[in-house]
Every structure is written in structure tokens, then in C-alpha cells.
């Protein structure tokens, strides 16, 4: 009989269990809603990045419904080939007012949009300096371009400055951070990295995923919350999070946008997306544009949830976002938080190694626009109650 030669995964899967950290997934059974029902129970929603409760919005499921009705279900078609519609185009045409930049191009996500750009414009010959939080698809997009990586301790700018003055002059390099960290909430030291960019010439690029539609005048970014428009080359928005829909994208200088469009690997090697999710995309920015106080909104419940835990006693790390992790250190005991949480009426997702480091599991919560003070407050004192029970208050 033949053995199995995936036999490895089994062991390394009940390595896991043995330590209390394999997961099954949750199940939504109902709208991405701030209080909603996963595995077939009644939750309070701390775990989505809808930030600003746009995933049903009544106006964003019309422009979806038209644009099916109108257009079909799908593109057929990577963008270079045929699948470029004019609604791709107009998006990208509004992303880059929105950004004040020169011209933005749409990937099928954020993943892809950092991912694709990080391999396209480096070659093994270049040198990426980055953050040691940085997210997933930047780390695996400086892999895929072969340049080489030098991680600095997170958000540790003289680190990165000693790094960047061991290096050539003439060396290319690019520095990256992201805006808002995924796990922890914080903001990537911007103004101080634009500073060393400048000084050291190098491309300075942001992550803006979790500040697309939170942070800056309309929800437009770091670089507007920090005013620095002119000085980050290359910018990374999601469409996934605030935006509702799916999809990120690159914002930047003509050459950057048009050199994309030829290189990209995302964007010329998979099928662009569907009518329906760039006219929702399009729907989201007239919202942002035109109702900014949907934004006041989440912050507002920001600020009270934040207090709320920080009354109650537990750690919560440095976050300045709607993100708050909710620090255990173990992560058996993060997993335990969560189950009991959610055996509460509360969904806030246990997080472990390898998301983060294996002492700083956590719960991570996200707070929405679309939240009530009761549904916070709900959650809140479940986890008073969790807490006191499992000792971490
Ligand atoms: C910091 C960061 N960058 C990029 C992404 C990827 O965005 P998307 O979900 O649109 O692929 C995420 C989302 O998980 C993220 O947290």
C-alpha cells in the first residue's frame, strides 16, 4: 500500500491540538452585521474589518444588483487582456482624486496589491528595508522579488537609519511600513520614515489597509492623516475592509501606475473583478465623500470600547485604532478567552502563533460604525465577567 506522503501535516495538525491552538472555522450564517449570527449563534460582532458597516449597505447592494443586471456576473478576463470594463477604470480614476494622486490601479486585494507590487519594481540587486510587523503579502512580496530584506525591530526608526547607512549610496532600496499594524492597532511612524526616505533616497512605501476609510480627512489614509502627501512613492489601500466589497490598490505617479499595468504579476496573470464589486467600490467612495460622519462614528464607539477594557483592567498593547487586542501572552489562553466570549453572545477571534509572536497571543477586537453603545456595552461586560472567571482581571 502507498504511504502517505502528506503524513507530515497530520503530526504537525496534532501538534497543535495537543497545545490547545487547532482552530475550525467559524461559520457566518447570517450578514456581516455587527451583531450576527456565527455557527448558528447570536453574536455580538467583534471580529470583521467592516469598519464602517458597508457590507449591507442598502445603497452599495443597489449599485451591486445593477451592475449584475447590467453588466453580468463576471469579467472572464485578466485586466490586460479583456477583462478591463469601464467601471474598472472609472474606480481607479476616483481612487486617485480621492488619494491626490497621479493615477491608482485596482488588484483583486490588498494581499495582491502589495504582494504583486513589492516583487514587480525590486530585483534581487535591491534592498528592502522593512518593519518586523509588517503584514503577510509585504513579507511574501519582497521574498517573490529576491531583493534583499533587512527587517527592523517594529517602528524602531534608528534601527532602520543605521540600516540604511550601511548601505551604498547608490544602492536602490525601498522602505516600507504598514499605516495602522493588523494585530496591534498602532501607526507606523510616518513622518520620521518620509524623513529617512528623503535623506537616503529610497522609494517609501505605506500599507494603508486598515486606514483606507479610517483614518485621514474622508477616510483617505496615513499619509493625509500625517500630511504627507508628496512623500510616499507608493501608496497600498484595501477595498476589503471599510470599503466592504473586495479588492486593493496602488496609488501613485503615472509611471508607477502604467509600469504596474505591465509588470504586475496579480494584475496581468488573474481575472479582473466582477462588475458588481467595482460598482460597489465606486458606491463606497460616494459614501465616504459625501458622509464623513459615518467615520466620527466609529471612532466614537472606538473611544468608549477602549475605555470600557481599559476600566475592566486588561492589556491592550498600544493601539491608537479601532483595532484593540486584548492581550493573554499564552495562547492556549487566548483561544479559551475567545471560546468563552463567544459562549457569552461575543465573537472576538483568539489569535496565536505564527499571526503573532508565540508570547503575545491575544483576542483582537474591532469596533465598527455600525455598533450600538448596547451591543458594546454587551460585550463589554462579558468580558468583565470572562475575565474575573479566568483570572486576567
Ligand atoms: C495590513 C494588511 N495589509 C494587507 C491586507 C490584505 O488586504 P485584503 O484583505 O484586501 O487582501 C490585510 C488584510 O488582511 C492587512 O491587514
Keep these: ?104 490601479v485596482v488588484f483583486q486585494s490588498g494581499f495582491t496589491a502589495n504582494a504583486g507590487t513589492v516583487s514587480s519594481i525590486l530585483t534581487k540587486d535591491d534592498v528592502v528595508i522593512s518593519d518586523d510587523l509588517n503584514h503577510a503579502s509585504i513579507i511574501d512580496g519582497c521574498r517573490l522579488s529576491r531583493a534583499t530584506i533587512k527587517v527592523f525591530p517594529h517602528k524602531d526608526v534608528n534601527a532602520a537609519h543605521r540600516v540604511l547607512q550601511a548601505l551604498p549610496a547608490n ?25 529617512l526616505a528623503e535623506e537616503f533616497g529610497c522609494i517609501m512605501m505605506v500599507d494603508d489597509a486598515h486606514a483606507s476609510g479610517v483614518f485621514g480627512k474622508n477616510g483617505r489614509g496615513t499619509v493625509d492623516h500625517f500630511d504627507m502627501h508628496g512623500r510616499v512613492d507608493i501608496q497600498v489601500g484595501t477595498l476589503s475592509k471599510a470599503f466592504g466589497a473586495l479588492g486593493g490598490y496602488v496609488a501613485g505617479s503615472r509611471a508607477l501606475i502604467d509600469f504596474l499595468y505591465h509588470r504586475a504579476r496579480p494584475f496581468l496573470f488573474s481575472t479582473s473583478h466582477p462588475p458588481s464589486v467595482t460598482a460597489t467600490c465606486l458606491g463606497a467612495l460616494d459614501i465616504l465623500e459625501q458622509e464623513p460622519e459615518i467615520i466620527d462614528r466609529l471612532w466614537d464607539n472606538t473611544r468608549f470600547f477602549k475605555a470600557g477594557l481599559a476600566d475592566l483592567g486588561y492589556r491592550t498593547g498600544v493601539s491608537e485604532s479601532p483595532i484593540t487586542p486584548v492581550i493573554t501572552g499564552d ?45 458594546l456595552q454587551f460585550a463589554l461586560d462579558a468580558f468583565k465577567k470572562v475575565g474575573h472567571e479566568l483570572g486576567l482581571i
Design 1 to 104: 500500500m502507498r504511504t502517505d506522503p502528506l503524513a507530515y501535516l497530520t503530526t504537525e495538525l496534532d501538534a497543535l491540538r495537543a497545545q490547545g491552538l487547532f482552530r475550525s472555522l467559524r461559520v457566518l450564517d447570517d450578514r456581516q452585521e455587527s451583531t450576527t449570527k456565527f455557527d448558528g449563534r447570536k453574536v455580538v460582532n467583534l471580529s470583521s474589518n467592516n469598519y464602517l458597516g458597508l457590507t449591507t449597505h442598502p445603497r452599495l447592494i443597489e449599485r451591486a444588483i445593477k451592475a449584475i443586471e447590467e453588466f453580468g456576473v463576471g469579467s472572464a478576463s485578466v485586466r490586460s487582456i479583456a477583462g478591463t470594463m469601464a467601471l474598472h477604470l472609472e474606480l481607479e480614476r476616483r481612487l486617485a482624486v480621492f488619494k491626490k494622486t497621479e493615477a491608482v
Design 171 to 195: 544602492q536602490r532600496k525601498l522602505l516600507i511600513t504598514d499605516g495602522v499594524f493588523s494585530m496591534d492597532g498602532d501607526l507606523g511612524p510616518l513622518p520620521a520614515l518620509c524623513g
Design 331 to 375: 495562547g492556549a489562553l487566548a483561544m479559551r478567552l475567545s471560546d468563552r466570549l463567544f459562549a457569552e453572545g461575543v465573537f472576538a477571534q483568539g489569535i496565536a502563533f505564527p499571526t503573532v509572536a508565540r508570547d503575545k497571543a491575544r483576542v483582537r477586537t474591532i469596533v465598527t460604525a455600525a455598533h450600538t453603545k448596547d451591543e
